[in-house]
């Protein structure tokens, strides 16, 4: 299993660690490219547990709750809160220069991440946008080094202070891959039944995984690459991580999501988060329009899947898709959480509908 979300929460109840700052890695890619594997990446270093962040998300807590219709939490929601909530109040680490090595590299090189534009530290928001190469040669030797399966390469945070861990897949011009929507795809959200729902499923309730979407998932041959698209915040990253690749048994994948305004004592920024998981907005639509066309793009001898649901854009999304990329496109798969298969057939034309209430998949829909 690739390493996911692995800078840890132990800063909290650690003094020996104040120092420490944790850097995540979310999960990309690489392709090739020019007799090169090019491997972009999105890092982002920050600190937790100091007073602000506690004081706002005391803040957000009330907020959240009275949104999502609780008069009071219980300890184990209040717990809930906090591990989801985190990386929204986190405190993020402008000027930082991002090192890191690949796990036993016989040469122990390290890689200083470098942006397109040559900046080498990160923003005002912690964050930096790089991309490290490798040449067939070398990335070979890595793999063989970590007895890699499937292209997967595990990395290390080598910076002063730094803490966390990495996994990038190396995928191959030729073969199947899947795109997958999240919410109301793979894991239980219940957009359609409105704000309150929406934030007791994502930050007072387990997440749950959709039982037959985890059964087809399984099914997938080893081989088969796997990118999840969504449009809910990065914040949510790591929750999401833990839960799909660790906790309900999700096939691993590059993520792909959005970021949200983290100005928490304005109303607006609790709008700004349900209307990009709830309300499916032309913004999201376009982001995973541009997301998944640039995985096409760095891939065009693949055939893909692409698998959403009908409560959201992801129909138009894929059509769009379907329609830029004919011969790349396999299938569409929708999940009906909105009964469109009947309602407005046309809408699902040409795609794989699976009933949301269905136990099994029908292979030959």
Same mark, same amino acid.
């Given at each position: 299993?690739?390493?996911?979300?692995?800078?840890?929460?132990?800063?909290?109840?650690?003094?020996?660690?104040?120092?420490?700052?944790?850097?995540?890695?979310?999960?990309?890619?690489?392709?090739?490219?020019?007799?090169?594997?090019?491997?972009?990446?999105?890092?982002?270093?920050?600190?937790?547990?100091?007073?602000?962040?506690?004081?706002?998300?005391?803040?957000?807590? /009330?907020?959240?709750?009275?949104?999502? =219709?609780?008069?009071?939490?219980?300890?184990?929601?209040?717990?809930?809160? /906090?591990?989801?909530?985190?990386?929204?109040?986190?405190?993020?680490?402008?000027?930082?220069? @991002?090192?890191?090595?690949?796990?036993?590299?016989?040469?122990?090189?390290?890689?200083?991440?470098?942006?397109?534009?040559?900046?080498?530290?990160?923003?005002?928001?912690?964050?930096?946008?790089?991309?490290?190469?490798?040449?067939?040669? /070398?990335?070979?030797?890595?793999?063989?080094?970590?007895?890699?399966?499937?292209?997967?390469?595990?990395?290390?945070?080598?910076?002063?202070?730094?803490?966390?861990?990495?996994?990038?897949?190396?995928?191959?011009?030729?073969?199947?891959?899947? @795109?997958?929507?999240?919410?109301?795809?793979?894991?239980?959200?219940?957009?359609?039944?409105?704000?309150?729902?929406?934030?007791?499923?994502?930050?007072?309730?387990?997440?749950?995984?959709?039982?037959?979407?985890?059964?087809?998932?399984?099914?997938?041959?080893?081989?088969?690459?796997?990118?999840?698209?969504?449009? =809910?915040?990065?914040?949510?990253? /790591?929750? &999401?991580?833990?839960?799909?690749?660790?906790?309900?048994?999700?096939?691993?994948?590059?993520?792909?999501?959005?970021?949200?305004?983290?100005?928490? &004592?304005?109303?607006?920024?609790?709008?700004?988060?349900?209307?990009?998981?709830?309300?499916?907005?032309?913004?999201?639509?376009?982001?995973?329009?541009?997301?998944?066309?640039?995985?096409?793009?760095?891939?065009?001898?693949?055939?893909?899947? &692409?698998?959403?649901?009908?409560?959201?854009?992801?129909?138009?999304?894929?059509?769009?898709?379907?329609?830029?990329?004919?011969?790349?496109?396999?299938?569409?798969?929708?999940?009906?959480?909105?009964?469109?298969?009947?309602?407005?057939?046309?809408?699902?034309?040409?795609?794989?509908?699976?009933?949301?209430?269905?136990?099994?998949?029908?292979?030959?829909?």
């Amino acid at each position: 299993m690739p390493a996911f979300a692995q800078d840890s929460d132990s800063e909290t109840s650690n003094n020996t660690m104040k120092n420490t700052e944790y850097v995540t890695f979310y999960p990309s890619y690489g392709y090739q490219d020019e007799g090169l594997w090019r491997i972009p990446l999105r890092v982002w270093v920050h600190k937790h547990g100091g007073w602000g962040g506690k004081q706002l998300s005391k803040v957000a807590k /009330r907020v959240v709750r009275n949104k999502a =219709g609780l008069e009071e939490l219980h300890q184990d929601q209040i717990e809930m809160f /906090r591990f989801r909530f985190r990386d929204f109040v986190a405190d993020s680490q402008s000027f930082e220069a @991002i090192f890191l090595r690949f796990d036993q590299d016989p040469d122990e090189e390290v890689f200083r991440l470098q942006s397109a534009d040559g900046d080498k530290r990160t923003n005002f928001n912690g964050l930096l946008f790089g991309e490290l190469t490798l040449t067939f040669e /070398r990335a070979e030797e890595l793999l063989t080094a970590q007895q890699s399966k499937n292209g997967w390469l595990r990395f290390t945070a080598t910076g002063k202070d730094h803490q966390g861990e990495g996994a990038v897949r190396l995928i191959k011009p030729q073969g199947d891959s899947v @795109i997958s929507d999240i919410d109301d795809t793979v894991k239980i959200t219940e957009i359609t039944e409105g704000e309150a729902v929406v934030m007791m499923n994502t930050f007072f309730k387990p997440f749950q995984a959709v039982p037959q979407m985890k059964a087809l998932y399984q099914t997938f041959d080893e081989n088969v690459a796997l990118h999840y698209v969504s449009g =809910g915040p990065w914040q949510m990253y /790591r929750p &999401l991580a833990d839960f799909l690749f660790k906790t309900a048994g999700f096939p691993p994948g590059s993520m792909h999501m959005k970021n949200v305004r983290l100005h928490l &004592l304005e109303g607006e920024t609790y709008g700004d988060f349900y209307r990009l998981i709830k309300l499916g907005s032309v913004a999201s639509e376009q982001q995973k329009i541009r997301q998944i066309s640039e995985i096409f793009s760095h891939f065009p001898q693949r055939g893909f899947t &692409l698998i959403g649901d009908s409560g959201e854009h992801d129909p138009e999304v894929f059509a769009h898709i379907r329609n830029q990329f004919p011969e790349q496109v396999n299938a569409i798969i929708i999940r009906d959480v909105v009964n469109d298969a009947t309602k407005n057939p046309e809408r699902l034309q040409g795609m794989k509908v699976i009933q949301a209430d269905s136990a099994f998949i029908d292979a030959d829909g």
